[in-house]
């Protein structure tokens, strides 16, 4: 199997749906009394949290490749190429 990039933003959002699923199997089950409304908010906070946590996340990886990956400097005598 090719290993592949962690992604923490998916991670937070299959929590919080799996939790979601959780919540209704417990009221499908007879464990609790879960009315329909009460999923929304915990979807709706756990793919906000998620989106928050990707955002991070791909922040910090492009600082740390910009770190890695310095940028040549031009040359000395060269002229910049300027488009009108």
Known sequence: MRRHEF??????????LTLAGVIYAGDAGGLWET?????I???AFGLCLAGTVALLTHAVRRRRRSRREPVAAPEKGSQP???S
Do not use: H, Y
């Open 35 to 39: 009315p329909w409304f009460a999923i």
């Open 7 to 16: 992604q923490p933003g998916k991670l937070v959002a299959g929590c919080f």
């Open 41 to 43: 908010p915990v979807v």
């Open 81 to 83: 190429s300027r488009r």
